[in-house]
């Protein structure tokens, strides 16, 4: 499965990545591994093993069969670069991969970043079915040895082939559901188009779920995978149209009309009992650090500052635990790309500089604020000011 999430791409060096781990870049992007593939790996390796088969042999059809999703997202950051977007990262995890745009463009040039990722799977299978035939390398005889028995290089024909026509089902967020949309969004707004095709997409994920619950008689049994697959798709195009309801309404804004402006810092060689007393203080939860120049380098955040209480560091310095991958933008950046980065890592504050200068903060607290009272507003504010303080 593939999908691809919008969100605003910080600094180099910046990205925050939780439970997953790099294992290397492609075309200068970031390509990383949550570590329940891990998982996978063990208990296919050990289901096929238990059946007679190699737990190795196993392991490395999985590890090439992921190489593959790498490819097709790849795809997707190939063409979104042809139109000026930058991809901030590939995540794989055990139920496909996802690329991690800046932004998705609407329109023809989503269509085109959409279907990229289908035909690098495709041309993939059809390479490695030329591969097969030239080799003489025998196909399963039955559909069920997919994922069960036979030689790696038809495996990986059938699994590409597989990849790219469950990807152009009309299942928003897949890319058949992102190529719906933007087709829609050709005659609709992009909310309305979006939410057009999140219902769809929630509707197959109904009867993916019925499926995987009760089978298909005379075709295929129960599977309890299909039933994960079609939470997946139902929780994702309702989060992908809530996402779009919001940014409709944030159009034409900017940060300075949504940041807070009185706020506390901190020194770096403040300790954290002091912290602790300016967050029980008040409502504050991430303070940003400031060294005697005024530079920002770094930020505090409450989970950072908790995790140092239970480790017994109330005196340690605010500069052992601090978070130094500052996300930062300027007060005149608009609040569509800070809504995606937010969304993307919501643990994260923004902090909003004005020639190096800290002048605000944007959380994901205020920024919901904001998107409250935009829906009373009869038009966007373009003026700048209404900062929150």
Not at 102 to 131: D, H, R, T
Not at 360 to 382: C, K, Y
Request: proline share 6%; glycine share 12%.
């Amino acid at each position: 499965m593939d999908r691809h999430a919008e969100g605003a791409t910080p600094e180099p060096g910046q990205a925050r990545h939780g439970w997953s781990f790099g294992i290397g870049t492609a075309l200068g992007i970031p390509i990383r591994v949550h570590f329940t593939f891990l998982l996978l790996l063990l208990w296919f390796g050990l289901g096929a093993q238990s059946e007679g088969g190699s737990f190795l042999v196993e392991v490395v059809f999985l590890v090439l069969a992921f190489g593959c999703v790498v490819l097709h997202e790849l795809g997707h950051a190939a063409v979104a670069r042809r139109h000026g977007v930058r991809t901030q990262e590939i995540v794989l995890y055990p139920i496909g991969g996802v690329s991690r745009l800046e932004k998705i463009p609407q329109g023809k040039a989503e269509i085109f970043i959409a279907l990229a990722g289908p035909a690098v799977s495709l041309a993939i299978a059809a390479a490695l079915l030329v591969l097969s035939v030239a080799l003489r390398i025998p196909w399963p005889e039955r559909p069920e040895t997919l994922m069960t028995g036979g030689a790696i290089v038809p495996r990986l024909a059938q699994i590409n082939f597989f990849i790219a026509l469950f990807n152009l089902i009309p299942a928003f967020p897949m890319d058949g559901g992102r190529v719906l949309r933007a087709a829609l969004s050709l005659k609709l707004p992009a909310d309305r188009a979006t939410g057009l095709a999140a219902t769809v997409g929630q509707g197959i994920a109904i009867l993916f779920g019925l499926a995987g619950l009760f089978g298909i008689p005379g075709i295929f049994p129960s599977n309890p995978l299909l039933v994960i697959i079609a939470l997946f798709l139902f929780l994702g195009a309702g989060q992908e149209a809530a996402f779009f309801r919001q940014r409709a309404l944030v159009l034409g804004h900017v940060a300075r009309e949504t940041m807070m402006t009185r706020f506390d810092v901190l020194a770096p060689q403040d300790s954290l009992a002091r912290a602790a007393e300016l967050l029980l203080a008040g409502s504050q939860q991430d303070f940003p650090v400031v060294d005697a120049w005024g530079r920002v380098v770094g930020v505090l955040t409450r989970a950072a500052l908790l995790q140092g209480f239970a480790g017994g560091k109330t005196d340690a310095a605010v500069l052992e635990v601090m978070d130094r991958n500052v996300v930062s933008v300027a007060p005149d950046t608009d609040l569509e790309s800070i809504l995606g980065r937010v969304r993307s890592s919501p643990a994260a504050p923004v902090l909003v500089l004005d020639d190096g200068k800290l002048v605000g903060i944007i959380t994901l607290e205020n920024l919901a604020e904001f998107v409250a009272l935009a829906r009373h507003l009869p038009s966007p504010a373009r003026s700048g000011g209404g900062s929150r303080a």
